[in-house]
């Protein structure tokens, strides 16, 4: 099976396998500690499953393994605590192995050329709080050097004993269009620069060619909707220091997807995403990829918000002047900081026209009339105050 045909396999298979109760707002220390368990008791020794170390507040910090091959690689997500989107999908992934029992003869195959590592909640802490930062209110992603937070710490020892040849580095990012066009970055992909020359020696040109495979898989179901992620040097992050360390590393950045809250799709991504790279790992197909795939990549652009409220009459009140316009909103805090139950709040980002823009959510307003200064910029205010204040009838998402 070429890798484009597996990617269309997986893409045709996934739901089934989706592990439908666990999402953005219960993707928990205790859930997923409970469900990697299970997995690993339900897999016929195929999963091992164990804890390596803890968190500041000493939640156990759990790493899966399989796979029995020569290949090593090494996933970790959530070291950002409100990035759960690849924890969801390696938790899927999981139970794909468990429940087909991995016997698709690529399956067979990719348990048999690669180790395979997990760790799927590196910041166990952070993500309790929905927050960044660890319980010390450190970024651990800056702390590859200092080692001063007890997860960078065990990150570092993991790479260092496990030694793996291939990492992937899994986070999501802010709302981000694709370069300056008005599409939305479903991924983004990044080999982070080992150096501030951003030199190409063959350990990040490896994970270049494993982004390029990405790319090339992706694009046949999302072909303009991926980016590359910022590529300035940052020597405090793990990306940067993997690859320096030896580990061909590969950032995956989550992005969004219209009218899908709970970022489901862009989990489904994820999902081949890793399957594709890891199987084209173990059997050495990802070196066939046209480094083009990864270089033509546009980088994040700013041409995206969370809502546009289109076709606005705004007017001064005093009958004098009226013009149309768009408004353009962000969330603030963004979803993946707000707690069940929390109603969202958005800021009024840019008044004015928004025709080359692009929006997660696009709300037409017909025209309806709003003065000058009843929604100012910068504050932040909740959904219904601003429908409100058009008459528009909408459902937060
Ligand atoms: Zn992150």
Redo the contacts with the bound molecule.
Sequence with gaps: MTPNALATFLFSIYEQFRVNYLRPGNCLHKEITAELRELAARSNGMIKEGEIGASTEKRGIHMATFGHGEKKILLWSQ??GD?STATLAIVDMLNYLVETEAREPWCTELLEQTTVHIIPMMNPDGAERFQ?QTALGVDM?RDARMLMTPEGMLLREMQRRLGPGFGFNL???GVASVGTTRKVTALALLAPALDDKRTTPPVRLRAMRVGALIARTLSQFIGGHIATYDDAFEPRAFGDGMQSWGTSTLLI?SGHWPDDPEKMFVRKLNFIALLTAIRCIGNGSYQDTEMDWYRQLLPNGKMMYDIIIRKVELHDGTGLWSGMADIGLMEEPPRQNRRPGEISTFVVQEIGDLSFHGALTEIEANGRRLRVGVLPLGKTLPLAFITDALQIHFDSP
């Design positions: 070291m950002h990035e960044r992603n986070h999501d990012q950045e």
